[in-house]
């Protein structure tokens, strides 16, 4: 059963987001208008600007935090948000065992696909050159966040890198086409996005790119090789389907999938994890998740390590 938080948070964003979101022609209202009330993370945690081979991001710590890195990608449509509006959802790894490096790539329109991919690949392997890295990296994202992991993921694969222990997927944008079902039978009920034009929208991001890219929609990637993946997806979301199906492609190509469907939650609902109960279950099952994975590769790779 939904908490009542959560049902409360669905009705505020379809009056304060979606409502104004529908009309919108302009990419920079857009903008303003996706960007996360303000929030004023924990004494506790400490916020770091850096650059990684020459990508500027913040490493988000706290007491709390190991030595496991966690690389975490940014959602926004390509085109919003940044590594300080999605500070709720770092810092709440950060006071969960992670030392959090979270990078601001480029944006869309002015910098269209591939460049958010070419950017979080460049960051990674900063991290993998890094003293951080002796404990391995995970990586997770939201939104379009969470298709650049997976995309993240297929560059490293095609280049012959090491890849991520685990990655953990909010409602990832896997489907740039926009052909899934749920783009059309939840376009009412999602609290954010109508659903005709999230296909106009990718736009802003592809340019002249084909939507089946496989870098761009990772749903129409050929998934095999890649690490264990946690999806958590709000039934009512258009997105829905985004995450089912890439869940299904996933488990056909022998991935590992832990998939979770929320009812009544709205997209990237981890955003408020001190307002919706919901939110914080989900970070704390995607932080025990990461942790699980990364813990049995590292700890081959110290026994590898013992052999040699």
Known sequence: MASLQAHLAVWILKWRTKRRLRHCRDYRLASQILRPLPYKPPASVRITNARLNGLPGEWVESPSSAEQVLLYLH????????????????????????????????????????????????????????????????????????????????????????????????????????????????ARRCAIFHGPAIAPTARLYLADADPRNPLASPLYADLSGLPPLLIHVG???????????????????????????????????????????????????SAEFLRRHAAVVNSGALESGQHA
Not at 82 to 90: G, K, L, Q, V
Not at 240 to 262: H, M, N, P, Q, Y
């Open 75 to 186: 959602g926004g449509g390509y085109f919003a948000c940044s590594a300080e509006t999605h500070r709720p959802i770092t810092a709440f790894f950060a006071m969960h065992g992670f030392r959090v490096f979270a990078p601001n790539y480029r944006l869309a329109p002015e910098n269209p696909f591939p460049a958010a991919v070419e950017d979080a690949a460049a960051v990674y392997r900063g991290l993998l050159s890094g003293e951080r890295s002796q404990q391995g990296i995970v990586v997770a994202g939201d939104s379009a966040g969470g298709a650049l992991a997976l995309s993240l993921m297929l560059a490293l694969r095609a280049a012959g890198s090491p890849l991520p222990a685990a990655a953990a997927l909010f409602s990832p944008w896997t489907d740039l086409a926009a052909t899934g079902e749920s783009v059309r039978t939840n």
């Open 235 to 285: 039934a009512n979301e258009t997105l829905r389907d985004d995450s089912t199906r890439l869940a299904e492609k996933a488990r056909a190509a022998a991935v590992g999938v832990e998939l979770k469907i929320w009812p009544v939650v709205p997209h990237v609902w981890q955003l408020a994890p001190d307002k919706i109960p919901e939110a914080r279950q989900s970070l704390r099952e």
